[in-house]
């Protein structure tokens, strides 16, 4: 099957204009003006803007959170992605304290082969490290191909890891050709301020974010900045939320180490305002949680001064059921908010439309950078001959509101709810194939590709 698009403006991270694109199979075969080629399919862009599929590397389909599991599946999920624009997405498989790292990727497997829409990838969420799992470390990067390795410096008794234990995984991974990623707040301050404000009687979900100050995130992003330093393992931190944390990596960088790090969507466009709406707040219950406008400024900032180099989105979804368990108690609210559709679309409206970043930029920390951070790039992540044909064809003119009512992702309500957005995804192809055409999804589960990443050899 042959796929010419014709006439599109084609965006790249680092280049701006209006091509064809020929597609033989899954890849992109050629790019120029005015291709005189025959293709099974042609495609008129016209007017469109076409750029390479999203890469959302941080998500968490059917993930076991606080007694339940998060309600999107390797279907709904990955399948709401390509409505989105995202064509590959990045799972976390989370190690069980006392297991193997081999058992949690085979109880991940069996949730995602055969399930997955859109093509997908997994870091490893490394709790226990001890001997045995350094053992495993080899096998998970040479054999698994994965090659990120998360770590969380909260949530103890479950997922967190002590400092020791961080810095022995950050010399073995970095051994082996890996990196090490890290939840980067300081656990035990948390649940400090966590058993404070409930012995208080302070319930509501506003003390969710008040149990997780500013500091509790640029404490421990300094601290693992400090470690990856003095191991020389190659580090990122996840899901960075405010100017504290966001300092703790510029602070590196003056130390001439670089410590890459990622934010995510709703931490741009929402701020904590929103915990003040009673028990509605729970929708936004997340960790971190959302901070101030101030930090909105900051990572706006942090994007275009090349400090943040991806968003992504956390995307953890719980039914509304799910979230009232916390309704007397706001630690008992699981925390996850639903992005994985709206990611590119926001990104899009509230970045380049507005004026906050360019064209290019968008492309850079929607797709491009994660493929060149997590070793898929340029298989993935760009348009390029030899590439995957990954392509979202995108009309920057059409506005539309954003709604539970007409989103794709498997959770009864939006953390975006009206939201005006300019910009819609038209049409969405993956590895060749039409996945989304004008509102309709093409395939079915199975239709997604577990993708094998290379060591890290060429940080960006």
């Not at 999203?54 to 309600?71: A, K, N, Q, R, Y």
């Not at 930029?361 to 491009?368: I, M």
Request: aromatic fraction near 8%.
């Amino acid at each position: 099957m042959s796929v010419l698009i014709k006439n599109g403006r084609v965006v790249t991270a680092d280049s701006d204009a209006i091509a064809d694109i020929f597609i033989e199979g899954e890849t992109i075969s050629a790019i120029g003006k005015n291709l005189n080629v025959k293709a099974d399919k042609e495609i008129d862009a016209k007017g469109m803007l076409v750029f390479p599929g999203g890469i959302d590397p941080h998500v968490h389909l059917e993930m076991p959170f606080m007694g339940t599991f998060s309600s999107d599946t390797y279907e709904t999920g990955t399948r709401a992605a390509l409505y989105g624009g995202t064509t590959t997405v990045i799972d976390f498989v989370l190690q069980t304290q006392g297991h193997s790292l081999k058992e949690a990727l085979t109880d991940w497997q069996s949730r995602a082969t055969g399930n997955a829409v859109g093509d997908y990838s997994f870091h490893m969420a490394v709790t226990d490290f001890n001997n045995d799992t350094k053992a495993e470390i080899k096998q998970m990067v040479e054999d698994e191909g994965i090659t990120s390795f998360k770590t969380f410096m909260a949530y103890k008794g479950a997922l967190m890891v002590d400092d020791r234990q961080m810095v022995g995984l950050m010399q073995e991974v970095k051994k082996q050709g890996g990196m090490v990623t890290a939840h980067a707040t300081n656990g035990d301050m948390i649940d400090f301020l966590v058993a404070k404000h409930r012995s208080e009687g302070k319930m509501a979900p506003l003390y969710h974010y008040l149990s997780q100050p500013e500091v509790t995130e640029a404490e421990a992003s300094n601290r693992f900045a400090q470690m990856a330093q003095y191991t020389g393992c190659p580090a990122y931190i996840v899901h960075l939320t405010c100017e504290g944390a966001l300092n703790a990596v510029r602070d590196a960088g003056k130390r001439n180490y670089r410590v890459l790090a990622e934010t995510c969507i709703q931490y741009l466009l929402l701020d904590a305002s929103l915990y003040e709406k009673d028990f509605e707040g729970a929708k936004w219950v997340m960790s971190p949680p959302l901070r101030q406008k101030k930090d909105q400024t900051s990572l706006w900032g942090g994007i275009n001064q090349g400090t943040l180099q991806v968003v992504a989105t956390d995307h953890c979804p719980f039914m509304w059921e799910q979230k009232l368990m916390g309704k007397d108690d706001f630690s008992k609210i699981p925390n996850g908010h639903p992005a994985i559709e709206n990611r590119i679309e926001l990104l899009y409206s509230e970045g380049v439309a507005k004026g906050k970043i360019s064209l290019n930029k968008f492309v850079e920390v929607a797709s491009t950078n994660a493929a060149k951070i997590f070793g898929m790039f340029p298989r993935k992540g760009t348009i390029m001959v030899g590439s995957d044909a990954d392509i979202v064809i995108f009309d920057p003119k059409a506005k539309h509101q954003l709604s539970a009512k007409t989103h794709h992702m498997n959770v009864d309500y939006s953390g975006y709810e009206g939201w005006e957005v300019e910009g819609k995804v038209k049409t969405v192809l993956l590895r060749g194939k039409t996945v989304i055409d004008n509102g309709e999804c093409k395939v079915g589960k199975g239709n997604g590709q577990f993708i094998k990443r290379n060591k890290v050899s060429n940080i960006i």
